[in-house]
């Protein structure tokens, strides 16, 4: 079985994913390049804010795993894991989910505060997801050992989605793509006196 290449701690920065503080997370890691900015060693080009954003969650859940206890190596995580990173930035969150004990449980708009949980948005995680799914595999993971691609991982994302549309009064349904209005041909109106 080939192992996954771990992240190391010779070159520093410090990891984010949107607003945790840097006091949370005082260690640093490896910055891992890109395989769109590392294909052209003479492009001088910035990478892109996905790119850097993707760096960025690569680094924090690397330091997420270094600080744990015990330690975790990336070949060793799971869908587990991912779901236990997922929970712990929840402190972080910025969306209030009401609970259904609430009386504004389902309002999309409360009139008054409430004492309900400040957590991640749903579609906060699934996009930080689906960054770290594309990193996995950009730093050597194979696609079928993604730990972000596991079911347990798809299932959590479906139930916190669902749990934040009931408890927000947001509908999460998919966005009908917009068709651009067909032109219709019309046909060149008859040369005069043909009837």
């Not at 690397?62 to 799971?78: A, D, E, I, T, V």
């Not at 999309?108 to 948005?121: E, G, K, T």
């Not at 993604?146 to 998919?174: C, M, T, W």
Request: with cysteine.
């Amino acid at each position: 079985m080939e192992s996954i290449p771990e992240m190391n701690s010779s070159n520093s920065e410090n990891t984010s994913f949107n607003n945790i503080s840097t006091a949370t997370m005082t260690t640093t890691t490896t910055t891992t390049i890109s395989a769109a900015t590392s294909s052209s060693p003479s492009s001088s080009t910035t990478p892109s804010r996905y790119e850097n954003q993707k760096r960025r969650d690569w680094n924090t859940f690397g330091q997420y795993l270094k600080n744990h206890r015990p330690p975790l190596s990336l070949s060793r995580c799971s869908g587990a894991h991912v779901l236990e990173f997922l929970r712990y930035l929840d402190q972080f969150g910025k969306t209030k989910v009401h609970t259904p004990i609430c009386p504004f449980y389902g309002h999309p708009n409360p009139p008054a505060p409430c004492p309900c949980p400040l957590r991640q948005a749903w579609g906060s995680l699934d996009a930080l997801i689906g960054r770290l799914r594309a990193a996995f595999e950009e730093n050597g993971g194979k696609p079928e050992a993604n730990p972000f691609g596991a079911r347990a991982v798809r299932l959590y994302l479906r139930e916190v989605r669902d749990l934040q549309s009931k408890a927000r009064g947001i509908s999460y349904e998919k966005k009908k793509r917009k068709r651009p209005p067909q032109q219709q041909i019309q046909a060149p109106p008859p040369p005069p006196g043909a009837t």
